[in-house]
C-alpha cells in the first residue's frame, strides 16, 4: 500500500531563513509520482511541483528547490530566503502507475509560519 | 477558465439530514476525485471516477455516494449525515492517469449538528 509520511506537523521560521519540509514516501511500484501542493490560509489547493521516479535530478525555481532521492524514499522541499506570504500548509501527494486513476495519496501536511 | 467549481461553499445541515455537494469542472478531464480534509489528518480519498458511468470506493466511503453521469460533473451525496462527517471537502480533477495534478476546486464546508 502507498503511504507518505510529513513528520513535522508546524514549522515556524523568521522571515528570510531557509527552510526544508520533508517528505518520505512508500510505495510497491517501480513507477509513481510525486507532488507538492500548497494550501495558503485562503484554503485552495495549488499544485507546486511533480517529479517522476525514473527522474532524480533536482530541481531549483527560483526560492524553492526540491532534493528527491530514490534510496531514502524522500522528496524534500527547501525554501530560500522565506517570506511571509510562504505561510501555508504545504502537503506532499503519491500517485502510482499501476493505478491510473488519477488519485493520490497525500501526507498531513506540514504547517509552515514565516514570521516578519 | 472556471476549473472546478464546487458549490456551495459553506453549508449546515442537522444529523440524518441528506444533501448533495455538486462539482462541475470544464477542463474536459477524465479523472474526477472527491476528498475530505479534517485538522491535521490531510486529505483522505472518498470516491474517485476515472470516466463517465465508473466510480470507484476511496479511503473512507462509508456515508457517501457519487455517480458520474457526464464527464463534467461528479456530486457527492451525504445519504444520513452525521457529526463525523463535519469537514472540509474538495473535489478535483486530473487530464489523467497517476502523472497528472490534480486541480482542486475551492472546497466545502459542511458543519453537521
Known amino acids: 500500500a502507498q503511504k507518505v509520511t510529513q513528520a513535522q506537523t508546524e514549522i515556524s521560521v523568521v522571515e528570510k531563513e531557509d527552510v526544508t519540509l520533508d517528505c518520505v514516501y512508500e510505495?510497491?511500484?517501480?513507477?509513481?509520482?510525486l507532488f507538492w501542493y500548497k494550501q495558503p490560509p485562503s484554503g485552495e489547493l495549488v499544485f507546486l511541483i511533480r517529479r517522476n521516479s525514473f527522474d532524480e535530478q533536482n530541481e531549483i525555481s527560483g526560492r524553492y528547490s526540491w532534493n528527491f532521492q530514490k534510496s531514502t524514499s524522500s522528496f524534500n522541499f527547501t525554501i530560500t530566503a522565506s517570506q511571509v506570504v510562504d505561510s501555508a500548509v504545504y502537503f506532499c501527494?503519491?500517485?502510482?502507475?499501476?493505478?491510473?486513476?488519477?488519485?493520490?495519496?497525500f501526507g498531513d501536511g506540514t504547517t509552515l509560519t514565516v514570521k516578519p | 477558465n472556471a476549473g472546478v467549481t464546487q458549490t456551495p461553499k459553506f453549508q449546515v445541515l442537522k444529523t440524518g439530514q441528506s444533501m448533495t455537494l455538486q462539482c462541475a469542472q470544464d477542463?474536459?478531464?477524465?479523472?474526477m476525485s472527491w476528498y475530505r480534509q479534517d485538522p491535521g489528518m490531510g486529505l483522505r480519498l472518498i470516491h474517485y471516477s476515472v470516466g463517465a458511468g465508473i466510480t470507484d470506493q476511496g479511503e473512507v466511503p462509508n456515508g457517501y455516494n457519487v455517480s458520474r453521469s457526464t464527464t463534467e460533473d461528479f456530486p457527492l451525496r451525504l445519504l444520513s449525515a452525521a457529526p463525523s462527517q463535519t469537514s472540509v471537502y474538495f473535489c478535483?480533477?486530473?487530464?489523467?492517469?497517476?502523472?497528472?495534478?490534480?486541480?482542486f476546486g475551492d472546497g466545502t464546508r459542511l458543519s453537521i449538528l
Open positions: 478535483a480533477s486530473s487530464a489523467g492517469q497517476s502523472n497528472q495534478p490534480q486541480h
Open positions: 501527494a503519491l500517485s502510482e502507475k499501476s493505478t491510473n486513476a488519477g488519485k493520490s495519496t
Open positions: 510505495t510497491r511500484d517501480t513507477t509513481y509520482y
Open positions: 477542463m474536459n478531464h477524465e479523472y
